[in-house]
Nanobody, 117 residues
Framework: VQLVESGGGLVQPGESLTLSCAAS????????MSWSRQAPGKERESVVI??????????NYSDYVKGRFTISRDNDKNTVSLQMNSLKPEDTAVYYC?????????WGQGTQVTVSS
């Protein structure tokens, strides 16, 4: 299983950024995918979870990103994306792509998002 994130960077408050996660090594369409983030000195926290289409493609956003972030997945390309709008300084963190497969958690290496003026 391999998860590779991309798309992080430095943006100003109010701007947008799109993160992508390329997945391989498992049947992507059958599993839920999620994004989490970890800010300096803080614990990793869930940002959004998206179940597979088999169980309805249910999406659950954390309250602090609801209305600003949008997750999407392309089951043909084995990718999951996170569109982040109206970014705030408190969104600064390393963002991780995550999959739970057969009871095991798999994480990407993370991509840094910095929101600063």
């Amino acid at each position: 299983v391999q998860l590779v994130e991309s798309g992080g960077g430095l943006v100003q408050p109010g701007e947008s950024l799109t993160l992508s996660c390329a997945a391989s090594g498992f049947t992507f369409r059958n599993y839920f995918m999620s994004w989490s983030r970890q800010a300096p000195g803080k614990e990793r926290e869930s940002v959004v979870i998206m179940t597979s289409n088999k169980v309805g493609g249910i999406i659950n956003y954390s309250d602090y990103v609801k209305g600003r972030f949008t997750i999407s997945r392309d089951n043909d390309k084995n990718t999951v994306s996170l569109q982040m709008n109206s970014l705030k300084p408190e969104d600064t963190a390393v963002y991780y792509c995550h999959a739970r497969i057969s009871g095991f958690d798999y994480w990407g290496q993370g991509t840094q998002v910095t929101v600063s003026s």
